[in-house]
Each structure stands twice: as structure tokens, then as C-alpha cells.
């Protein structure tokens, strides 16, 4: 229940279509003056109730544009993660649902989810780290993704839609912020081997399936991110245990040994050992073992989440 009084200087628009599911205000605000065919900087005049040229977004009021679209307040604040800073009198129920901001980031809504939508152009929403894949259906739709002609079918290689449900699952047991965390840092160790040239049989045998014969990619594309995320989820299954932390980060040989092996097992066939010291893995393991000798502070999922780093909430 909402203890306003409809603010009656704002009238329903004709075509009050509502927002998306997380959608970015970028995204939406542009999206419902169109629909209205009205200027964008007329309509954000209009609903911030400031008279100069190119009001900004932020500005919108959503008391103002809940009665416009003729939707309850607290639908509209569900809906829009930006506006529910102008709510803290509501007694809004925010646990797990995405914030808008930092660490989340803006993405390219599914294409086909939009069609489905009817909705003429294209959306953006507010992604958490884990939002790589429309399980329905089967769009690439995570990191590397510009344009929604980036959004590539992934039918031709279900390994990364398996990839998808594994890293929910992994959410699930864990929490998101401890596998936020040991994903980024599996990322960053898989972008690294890919600049290295290593493990590229198994990348360059997607991207055919993928891309069919003659595929050129660069480090930034979406089909590169989609293909090398099975590993990336795989390996951070590893690096997010607390058991094999421990044996990476043991002094005794045999344990570090036993924690390579494991990489080889569940992540790159045949990597027993880390080669030299350029291998990104064996220098994550090394600051891990001898963070003062590197000058590098011990960073487990578990101190991540105590010390709440990267601004993480487990409501994001
Ligand atoms: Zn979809």
C-alpha cells in the first residue's frame, strides 16, 4: 500500500508500455517517449519538471512516472533498479534482485526474448556476473556482447549452456559473492592463456561449430567470452573451493601438485603443471602461498565477503 496521492499534473500516457524486467533507464525512459512519439527532451522536461534543455535521466521522478504509466509505485520500483533510491519510506523486499550499479553493468536484453515482448527496439538491463546465457533460448548474452547481432546462438556447442547451469548451481551451493569473485579471477587467468596461445584446439573446435570455416575473432568479441566460458565456469568451481585453496596455497609440494592435477582433470586435459613463470595460474598460486613475499594481500571468496570488497551486496 502506498500512502501517496496521485500527483494529477501527470496524466496516463496513450501508450503506457511498461518497463522490462532490471531495465536501465537509458534503456527505457527513450523507449516510452517513442512509443508516445514525443521528444525525448519534451518528455524528460515534462517528467522531471525542469525547464532546460537535456534534463538528465536521473532526474526522472518516479512518482511522477508511475501515475504516467498507470502503474503502482512499487511495480515501477521493482521494475527499475535506478529509481529505488527515491523509495527508502517503501518497505521494498530487495533481497536478490539486481541493483543498478557497479557490479552489475548494463546488457542487451535476448533478442529473441524481446521479439517475444513485441517490443520494436532494442533493451538494455541491468546484468549481474552470472546473466551469460538466455537458457530459453540459447543466446549468448554475457561479456563481449555490443550489439545484440553479438548475441550468438550457441546450439552448435550445448557444452556452454551446460557451462551456464553449472555456474548457477555453483551460485546456489556457494553464494553469489564468493563466485563472483573466483570468476573474475578464473576470467582474467583464461584471457591470459588465450593471449599465450595455450589450450587452442578446444577454442579453435567451437569456433568452427560456432562460426564455421575462415572465423576471425579478437580478444574482446562476445564468441570468444562464450567459448572460452566453459573452462572459466570450470575453473571457478576450483578456485572458489575452500579445500582446493588450501592445497594451492599449502607449502608442501605434493598438495600444490594435487591442485594442478585437478586443473587438469575438471578444467584443461593434460595440464599437470604449470610450465614457467609467466603462466597465470602458477601466479595466482604463488600469491596465494606467499602473499607477503609478493606484497599481495590473501584474497578467499571468504574474506571477500566479510570485507564486502567491490561494493559486492548479496542483494545484486
Ligand atoms: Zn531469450
Redesign the pocket.
Known amino acids: 500500500m502506498i500512502g501517496e496521492i496521485p500527483d494529477r499534473r501527470f496524466a496516463e500516457l496513450a501508450f503506457p508500455v511498461p518497463p522490462v524486467q532490471d531495465e536501465t533507464l537509458s534503456s527505457y525512459i527513450p523507449r516510452l517517449a517513442r512509443a508516445n512519439h514525443v521528444r525525448l527532451d519534451h518528455f524528460m522536461e515534462h517528467l522531471t519538471g525542469r525547464f532546460r534543455q537535456y534534463p538528465r535521466l536521473n532526474e526522472t521522478r518516479a512518482h511522477a512516472l508511475a501515475v504516467m504509466i498507470n502503474r503502482p509505485l512499487e511495480t515501477l520500483l521493482y521494475a527499475l533498479p535506478e529509481l529505488r533510491g527515491q523509495a527508502a519510506h517503501l518497505e521494498l523486499q530487495l533481497h536478490g534482485r539486481t541493483l543498478g550499479r557497479h557490479p552489475n553493468r548494463p546488457g542487451w536484453?535476448?533478442?529473441?526474448?524481446?521479439w517475444?515482448k513485441l517490443i520494436a527496439t532494442p533493451v538494455t538491463r541491468w546484468q549481474r556476473h552470472d546473466q551469460n546465457v538466455?537458457?530459453?533460448?540459447g543466446?549468448w548474452?554475457g561479456e563481449g556482447v555490443s550489439t545484440e547481432n553479438d548475441q550468438v546462438d550457441l546450439t552448435a556447442c550445448p557444452e556452454i549452456i551446460q557451462a551456464h547451469r553449472y555456474h548457477r548451481c555453483l551460485i546456489s551451493r556457494l553464494g553469489r559473492v564468493p563466485i563472483a569473485y573466483a570468476y573474475y579471477e578464473s576470467r582474467s587467468i583464461q584471457l591470459e592463456w588465450v593471449a599465450q596461445g595455450r589450450f587452442q584446439d578446444v577454442r579453435a573446435r567451437r569456433f568452427d561449430r560456432l562460426l564455421g570455416s575462415g572465423w576471425r575473432v579478437n580478444r574482446e568479441s562476445a564468441v570468444l567470452n562464450a567459448v572460452i566460458y566453459p573452462e572459466v565456469v570450470a575453473l571457478t568451481g576450483i578456485l572458489a573451493s575452500a579445500y582446493w585453496r588450501s592445497l594451492a596455497a599449502s607449502l608442501a609440494p605434493m598438495n600444490v601438485m594435487r591442485f594442478y592435477g585437478e586443473v587438469g582433470n575438471r578444467v584443461h586435459p593434460g595440464y599437470r603443471r604449470a610450465g614457467n613463470g609467466f603462466d597465470p595460474l602458477r601466479q595466482w598460486v604463488e600469491a596465494l602461498a606467499h602473499p607477503v613475499w609478493l606484497g599481495r594481500a590473501t584474497r578467499s571468496p571468504s574474506a571477500v565477503f566479510a570485507a564486502n570488497e567491490h561494493d559486492y551486496l548479496d542483494t545484486h
Not at 536484453?109 to 524481446?114: A, D, G, Q
Open positions: 536484453l535476448c533478442r529473441r526474448c524481446r517475444q538466455c537458457l530459453r533460448h543466446l548474452i
